[in-house]
């Protein structure tokens, strides 16, 4: 079905796997918030302090490193570590979407503060305060890892994550602004992105 030019992945089996897998990654992560979302397409990037552009230019950048690396062969590992990786990737998916059905309304790719915006506290949220974020960082970094390096993996983890905090800061600073005293009770009591963080 699909083919492997450069023999990058374990088998035949794996490559239509990771295949699919990625189109899927990107295929639900566009069908999903339509369906929990009625405000979806009307959103902009007024307050978003360039938070979701800065995101979009840290993931390309990530894949364009991986993919280089991979080609130059530098920081390789193969084997059970991609099949790790495609593992990460499915778990990564799951868990944004959960978070994402959570979200319902709420959700938007850019800062916007709904009118009656309220806290979401079921699911995920009951203990991390941003778990759509932790699953998109699961996600990029599985895709490294199934590329087979891991010094792009690395690589990914740091510049998604970093990406991700600027738009954590800019995103509080608006909850802070709009919920108050509610949402800094909530900071206290969760984790940002990951149990102990």
Same mark, same amino acid.
């Given at each position: 079905?699909?083919?492997?030019? +450069?023999?990058?992945?374990?088998?035949? /089996?794996?490559?239509?796997? +990771?295949? =699919?897998?990625?189109?899927?990654?990107?295929?639900?992560?566009?069908?999903?918030? &339509?369906?929990?979302?009625?405000?979806? #397409?009307? #959103?902009?990037?007024?307050?978003?302090?360039?938070? /979701?552009?800065?995101?979009? !230019?840290? *993931?390309?950048? !990530?894949? /364009?490193?991986?993919?280089f690396l991979r080609? %130059?062969?530098?920081?390789?590992?193969?084997?059970? +570590?991609?099949?790790?990786?495609?593992?990460?990737?499915?778990?990564?998916?799951? /868990? &944004?979407?959960?978070?994402?059905?959570?979200?319902?309304?709420? +959700?938007? &790719?850019?800062?916007?503060?709904?009118?009656?915006?309220?806290?979401?506290?079921?699911?995920?949220? %009951?203990?991390?305060?941003?778990?759509?974020?932790?699953?998109?960082?699961?996600?990029?970094?599985g895709i490294s890892?199934?590329? @087979?390096?891991?010094?792009?993996?690395? $690589?990914?983890?740091?510049?998604? $994550? !970093?990406?991700?905090?600027?738009? *954590?800061?800019?995103e509080e600073n608006?909850? =802070? #602004?709009? =919920?108050?005293?509610?949402?800094? %009770?909530?900071?206290? #009591?969760?984790?940002?992105?990951?149990? @102990?963080?």
């Amino acid at each position: 079905m699909f083919k492997d030019p +450069f023999g990058w992945f374990p088998d035949s /089996f794996f490559t239509n796997l +990771f295949s =699919l897998v990625f189109v899927g990654v990107y295929a639900v992560d566009y069908i999903v918030p &339509r369906f929990t979302n009625p405000n979806y #397409q009307r #959103q902009s990037l007024k307050g978003d302090r360039g938070s /979701f552009l800065i995101i979009i !230019a840290a *993931i390309i950048l !990530a894949l /364009f490193i991986s993919i280089f690396l991979r080609l %130059k062969n530098i920081g390789i590992l193969t084997g059970v +570590f991609q099949w790790l990786g495609l593992l990460l990737m499915l778990a990564g998916t799951t /868990f &944004r979407q959960w978070a994402l059905m959570h979200l319902g309304r709420f +959700f938007s &790719r850019t800062i916007q503060i709904e009118t009656a915006h309220q806290i979401i506290k079921t699911g995920p949220y %009951k203990s991390i305060r941003h778990p759509a974020y932790t699953g998109m960082i699961l996600v990029y970094l599985g895709i490294s890892m199934a590329l @087979g390096t891991w010094l792009g993996a690395l $690589t990914t983890f740091v510049i998604v $994550t !970093a990406s991700l905090l600027y738009r *954590i800061h800019v995103e509080e600073n608006s909850l =802070l #602004q709009a =919920l108050g005293e509610e949402y800094s %009770k909530y900071r206290e #009591q969760t984790w940002k992105l990951f149990p @102990g963080w």
